[in-house]
C-alpha cells in the first residue's frame, strides 16, 4: 500500500526531526564565541585578582568590560548546560535519574548564569553596593 | 557505555576525550566560582574582600591553578574538536599529534599565565 505521508512527518516526535542541525550548529556557534570571550575573561582575571573592591565596580563599571563579562557568563552558563546534558545522555541510562539530572543540571545552569549575569549588571549600573 | 575502558588499549586520542570531558566539568565547578565572585562583588566590600581571601589562599590557588589548566586544555581541545567538525585532521596520524599538542600547550599556556601572574601582582 502506498503511504501519502511524507518522510517527514513520518520522522517527526521519533527523534530531533530537522532540529537537530540547529542545536548542533548553536552549540558549535557557542563554542567559537566562547574562544575570544574565554582569552579576554583570563585577562580579566589577571587584572581583577591584582586589585581590590573599588578597582572591580570602577572596571565592571566600563560598558565594554561589563558587555564582554556578560556574555562570557551567559554564553558559558548555556556552554555547561549543553555539555553536561551529553554527559548525563550518555552514561546515566535510568529514565527517571537521567530525567532528574537534565532537569537539574539545567536549574544549576540557569540559576547560577541569571545570578551572575544580574550581579554584573547591578554593579554596572549602580557602582557597587554604596 | 562509553568509554570502554576495559575493551581499548589505552592512547592518545582516547586520553584527550576523556580529558576533554574531565576538564569540562572542572570548568562547570570554575563557573560556579565565578558567578560566586560576581555575587560577591554585587554584595559589597566585605563579601569582595572574603571571597578574594577565599581564592587567594593556598586551598584557593591550587583550584585555580587546576582551573587554569583545564581551561587552557579545554580551550586547545574544544579548537581540535571544531576543527574536525568542519572536516579536517580527522586521519589518525594528524589527530595523535594535535592530541600532543593540546596537552603540550595547555601546559605552556598554564605555566605563561601563571608567571604573569606573579609578576603583574595578581597571587
Not at chain 1, 565596580?57 to 554564553?75: E, G, K, R, S, Y
Not at chain 2, 588499549?9 to 560576581?38: D, E, F, K, P
Request: aromatic residues 12%; positive net charge.
Amino acid at each position: 500500500m502506498v503511504s501519502y505521508r511524507t518522510p517527514l512527518s513520518r520522522a517527526r516526535g521519533l527523534g530531533a526531526a530537522k532540529h537537530g542541525v540547529s542545536h548542533w550548529i548553536g552549540e558549535r556557534v557557542g563554542a567559537i564565541a566562547l574562544v575570544p570571550l574565554t582569552l579576554w575573561g583570563v585577562f580579566a582575571v589577571l587584572r581583577l585578582a591584582a586589585g581590590d573592591y573599588d578597582f572591580a565596580v570602577h572596571w565592571i563599571a566600563q560598558p565594554l568590560n561589563a558587555v564582554l563579562m556578560v556574555l562570557l557568563l551567559a554564553i558559558s552558563f548555556w556552554h555547561m548546560a549543553s555539555g553536561v546534558r551529553v554527559i548525563i545522555e550518555d552514561y546515566i541510562h535510568i529514565a527517571l535519574t537521567k530525567s532528574a539530572l537534565l532537569i537539574l543540571n539545567l536549574f544549576v545552569c540557569g540559576l547560577a548564569g541569571a545570578l551572575a549575569v544580574f550581579s554584573i549588571l547591578k554593579v554596572a549600573f549602580g557602582g557597587g553596593a554604596y | 557505555m562509553s568509554p570502554h575502558l576495559s575493551v581499548w588499549r589505552w592512547h592518545i586520542t582516547m586520553a584527550t576525550s576523556i580529558a576533554h570531558r574531565a576538564t569540562g566539568v572542572a570548568l562547570y565547578v570554575g563557573a560556579l566560582i565565578a558567578a560566586g565572585w560576581a555575587v560577591a562583588l554585587a554584595s559589597g566590600p566585605d563579601a569582595y574582600a572574603g571571597f578574594k581571601a577565599l581564592l587567594g589562599s593556598p586551598l584557593g590557588l591550587l583550584v585555580m591553578f587546576g582551573l587554569t589548566l583545564s581551561f587552557f586544555y579545554h580551550l586547545a581541545n574544544g579548537v581540535r574538536h571544531l576543527v574536525w567538525d568542519a572536516g579536517h585532521g580527522f586521519d589518525l596520524k594528524s589527530a595523535n599529534a594535535s592530541g600532543v599538542f593540546v596537552f603540550a600547550f595547555a601546559a605552556a599556556a598554564t605555566i605563561a599565565v601563571w608567571v604573569v601572574a606573579a609578576m603583574t601582582g595578581a597571587l
